[in-house]
C-alpha cells in the first residue's frame, strides 16, 4: 500500500491504475490526508439470484384480457 499526493498522483495515473490492477491498493491524499482509494474493481461472478420483488409487484387479474374491439380489429 502506497500514499501518494495528488500531484504525484496527476503525473503517474497510468503507472498508479497498472499497480492497482495488479491488486496493489493505492492511496491519494491532499495535503496529506488520505481522501481515495485507487483499487481494482472486482468483476461479480456469482449467479444471479431471484426473487427480490417477490411480494412487490402486482399483476392485475385482467393483465392478458384484450377488449373486444381490440380483437376485432385483428379477425
Request: no cysteine; charged share 35%.
Amino acid at each position: 500500500m502506497e500514499t501518494v499526493n495528488i500531484h504525484k498522483a496527476k503525473s503517474t495515473l497510468s503507472s498508479l491504475i497498472e499497480r492497482a490492477l495488479k491488486g496493489e491498493k493505492i492511496i491519494i491524499a491532499k495535503n496529506g490526508k488520505p481522501v481515495v482509494t485507487l483499487t481494482k474493481i472486482k468483476k461479480e461472478t456469482g449467479k444471479r439470484k431471484g426473487g427480490q420483488y417477490k411480494g412487490k409487484i402486482k399483476i392485475a387479474k385482467d393483465f392478458d384480457h384484450l377488449p373486444e374491439e381490440f380483437i376485432s380489429y385483428f379477425k
